[in-house]
Structures are given as structure tokens and as C-alpha cells.
T-cell receptor
Framework: GAGVSQSPSNKVTEKGKDVELRCDPI?????LYWYRQSLGQGLEFLIY????????KSGLPSDRFSAERTGGSVSTLTIQRTQQEDSAVYLC?????????????FGSGTRLTVV | DAKTTQPPSMDCAEGRAANLPCNHS???????VYWYRQIHSQGPQYIIH???NNETNEMASLIITEDRKSSTLILPHATLRDTAVYYC?????????????FGTGTRLTVIP
């Protein structure tokens, strides 16, 4: 597609439930990133996929968070046993490569609210 | 990656040039300067980047000092739609670098 697509755009879930957030990167982009942004805060890095390499999971806040990227394209971020502090906007970005010559293209995000 | 320092907020009159400063005094020789902006309720948008030469594109100009310890993003004729949070980021330019570190940025308000 023309841009990075994320779904759903909004998700309200009950505390303790699992959620899955989806990201469709720009076709041909080998690098994919997940960030989250709490209300009024900057972006917090979560995880990075580059081609077929092992993902950089250094930003995942707990073992309740996991992500996968199937076939080098679509990515799913899964949050198990959601907590209220997980409420945030989850942003996905892709870039042609991980190199500095190419900027990131972000999706519009998924707003997650845990009640 | 080197850290950056930006003023938390700035105002600019509509139609005037907006000059957004960024200090990156610990920048390394192989680190690029990136600028992104985030309009309310949207994902960040890439604006421009550079290594040591000044850069210009359809959105903005980037002026990097000779010692590369600071830079300025210039929006030549600010419009109301330029109201956003502007992030200055430095990052090593190599494949495999893991992510961009977004600080708190500068909230630019363009005033009618």
C-alpha cells in the first residue's frame, strides 16, 4: 500500500485480556519498528525487525509483550494479560532499510485503552 | 546514540519563518541528524535529515553548524498546519541500527 497501515485504530479491552495489534508496512520495506506513546509523552521504542535477522526486543517492557513478523511483511504485537498501564497509542513504522539514508514512515497508530 | 536538547515549546506567527534549534554536542562523526514532527493524533512524519552539509527539501531546510554540535530546522513560511511537536534525533547511519530515540521534542504553535 501507499503507507503503513495499522489495525484496529482503537481498541478498548478489559484488564487481564489479551490483545493483538496489526501492522502492514510499506511493500518492500525490510525494517519494521514498534513504538508506544503514552498520553503527553514521547515515543518509547519496543521492538525492531530487520529482514530475516533476529529481532531487537530490547525495548519490550515485560514478558507479557511479544511480536512477530511473518514472511518479512505483516507484524503483530501481542500483549497478554493487559494492565491499565498498557494504555497508550501503539505506533508502527517501516523503512526501506535500517540505514540512515531512509526515513521512517509511521502508521496512524492503535489507541489501546485498558479498563 | 548521541542525546539532543531542544526547547520544550516555541511560538511562531503565521507566514513567518520558524527556526527550531537543537543541541547535540556529543554527536559522533558518523551520526546523522534527523528531524520528524508529530501532528496531534497522528504518527510522526519524517521531515529532513543531514550529516554535515546543509539540506533543503520541499518541507524545510536543515542548517548544521560546522562543528556539528547543533542544528536548526527552518520552516520558511509557517502555516497553522505546521503546529506540531518537532523531534530532533541523531543516529548512527548504518544498516542494523535498531531504532530512533525520540525525546520530548519542541512543541511549535503557529499563531494566526
Amino acid at each position: 500500500g501507499a503507507g503503513v497501515s495499522q489495525s484496529p485504530s482503537n481498541k478498548v479491552t478489559e484488564k487481564g485480556k489479551d490483545v493483538e495489534l496489526r501492522c502492514d508496512p510499506i511493500s518492500g520495506h525490510t525494517a519494521l519498528y514498534w513504538y508506544r506513546q503514552s498520553l503527553g509523552q514521547g515515543l518509547e521504542f519496543l521492538i525492531y525487525f530487520q529482514g530475516n535477522s533476529a529481532p531487537d526486543k530490547s525495548g519490550l517492557p515485560s514478558d507479557r509483550f511479544s511480536a512477530e513478523r511473518t514472511g518479512g511483511s505483516v507484524s503483530t504485537l501481542t500483549i497478554q494479560r493487559t494492565q491499565q498501564e498498557d494504555s497508550a497509542v501503539y505506533l508502527c513504522a517501516s523503512s526501506l532499510t535500517g540505514g540512515a539514508g531512509y526515513g521512517y514512515t509511521f502508521g496512524s497508530g492503535t489507541r489501546l485503552t485498558v479498563v | 546514540d548521541a542525546k539532543t536538547t531542544q526547547p520544550p515549546s516555541m511560538d511562531c506567527a503565521e507566514g513567518r519563518a520558524a527556526n527550531l534549534p537543537c543541541n547535540h554536542s556529543t554527536i559522533s562523526g558518523n551520526e546523522y541528524v534527523y528531524w520528524y514532527r508529530q501532528i496531534h493524533s497522528q504518527g510522526p512524519q519524517y521531515i529532513i535529515h543531514g550529516l554535515k552539509n546543509n539540506e533543503t527539501n520541499e518541507m524545510a531546510s536543515l542548517i548544521i553548524t560546522e562543528d556539528r554540535k547543533s542544528s536548526t530546522l527552518i520552516l520558511p513560511h509557517a502555516t497553522l498546519r505546521d503546529t506540531a511537536v518537532y523531534y530532533c534525533i541523531v543516529r548512527v547511519g548504518q544498516t542494523g541500527a535498531n531504532n530512533l530515540f525520540f525525546g520530548t521534542g519542541t512543541r511549535l504553535t503557529v499563531i494566526p
